[in-house]
């Protein structure tokens, strides 16, 4: 069965620093990743994905994750964070094809000035 | 594309009622998906449809909760007897599998209060 786990469910960072966001997952065949935003009152947005290829993959926003098989990990980074990227992060496993997807409980991103 | 819509974005009931939420998908999308986010559980996957038919119902918590797809572009969760601890956000969700790699486009949710 998939699972997901992101250790952290709060962090804080200053605007301008360095983001990276943690996630392990586990699932028995190759992996679908993705990492969803969710801002307050509202649905995800979908920020990247992985299922095959080059293991760093970019998305939105100026987001990129990497895919460390040996680690089971898709973490995901920024290299200079903005006040608009606070929000709630997600990061989630989908069976082949990518169609049943489990989320990871989240982690909120808080912003300072 | 309008997005996915769900209706209604809020709803207050008293326990025992009748809730029924709504969702129109994107037009073209072949998946749909219900989801249920609360503080304590998360985001949980109920159910999900492929070309209209349930593929994976696990995720329903009891019998109480009842999904369908008469068709393409219409989808209801049904909560009957609803209770308050079905309190939470239901989000609908979409897929069309022909871009690969499930991409699920969400709603804004149905924020549900069974008091």
């Known amino acids: 069965a998939q699972s997901v786990t992101q250790p952290d469910i709060h962090i804080t960072v200053s605007e301008g620093a360095s983001l990276e966001l943690r996630c392990n997952y586990s699932?028995?065949?190759?992996?679908?990743l993705f990492w969803y935003v969710q801002s307050p009152g509202q649905g995800l947005q979908l920020l990247l994905k992985y299922f095959s290829g080059d293991t760093l993959v970019q998305g939105i926003k100026g987001f990129e994750a990497e895919f460390k098989r040996s680690q089971s990990s898709f973490n995901l980074r920024k290299p200079s964070v903005h006040w608009s990227d606070a929000a709630e992060y997600f990061c989630a496993v989908g069976n082949t094809g990518g169609f049943k997807t489990i989320f990871g409980a989240g982690t909120r991103l808080f912003v300072k000035a | 594309d309008a997005g996915v819509i769900q209706s209604p974005r809020h709803e207050v009931t008293e326990m025992g009622q009748e809730v029924t939420l709504r969702c129109k998908p994107i037009?073209?999308?072949?998946?749909l998906f219900w989801y249920r986010q609360t503080m304590m559980r998360g985001l949980e996957l109920l159910i999900y449809?492929?070309?209209?038919?349930?593929?994976?119902d696990s995720g329903m918590p009891e019998d109480r909760f009842s999904a369908k797809m008469p068709n393409a572009s219409f989808s209801t969760l049904k909560i009957q007897p609803s209770e308050p601890r079905d309190s939470a956000v239901y989000f609908c969700?979409?897929?069309?599998?022909?871009?690969?790699?499930?991409?699920?486009?969400f709603g804004p949710g149905t924020r549900l209060l069974v008091l």
């Open positions: 699932y028995g065949a190759t992996p679908y």
């Open positions: 037009s073209g999308h072949d998946y």
């Open positions: 969700a979409s897929s069309y599998s022909g871009t690969g790699a499930g991409t699920q486009y």
């Open positions: 449809f492929n070309n209209n038919v349930p593929i994976d």
